[in-house]
């Protein structure tokens, strides 16, 4: 439930600046990142949102100031012989400012983009959580499939 007047909607290339302060604020607050380099992402982050249409940020706004986001990457996926149009999705970069968390904002957010999900007809969406967000994407309707696997480079 949502104890306060937030509006979730897609984002535009403006948003891009907020975007990037969350991404900012996400590295140096909760993952120990110590750059300098604000200014230059603030600017990489448009251009890159601007190159990468098939990714759709949606932000929540709380006080005219963007509190949360959340990314959906459509990919398209190889055709089959009876279904040459596929697609599905990728949840990416979920974050909510620490002080509004577990207020309903993410669960906003993401019923965003699974409408946006829908919208598109995608053939399923996935998400790599961390172990902290793997209850709320529960609580969300999301569940583990063994069928999906993954695979990362050795460090």
């Not at 979730?8 to 990142?33: H, I, K, M, N």
């Not at 200014?39 to 098939?54: K, Q, S, Y």
């Not at 709380?62 to 990314?71: F, I, L, Q």
Request: proline share 5%.
């Amino acid at each position: 439930m949502v104890d306060i007047d937030v509006t979730v909607r897609r984002a535009s290339d403006a948003d891009a600046p907020s975007l990037a302060g969350l991404r900012w604020r996400r590295a140096t607050q909760e993952r120990g990142y110590h750059g300098d380099n604000l200014a230059e992402f603030v600017a990489t982050l448009g251009d890159w949102m601007r190159g990468h249409p098939e990714h759709r940020a949606f932000v929540a706004e709380a006080g005219g100031e963007v509190v949360g986001m959340a990314w959906l990457a459509v990919l398209y996926r190889v055709p089959t012989a009876n279904k040459y149009a596929r697609r599905g999705g990728d949840v990416q970069s979920v974050f909510v400012v620490p002080e509004l968390r577990d207020r309903g904002v993410g669960a906003l957010l993401m019923a965003a983009v699974l409408d946006e999900a829908r919208r598109l007809e995608l053939e399923h969406v996935t998400v790599h959580s961390s172990p902290r967000a793997v209850p709320f994407y529960e609580r969300n309707g999301w569940g583990h499939d063994p069928e999906r696997l993954s695979w990362a480079p050795e460090a």
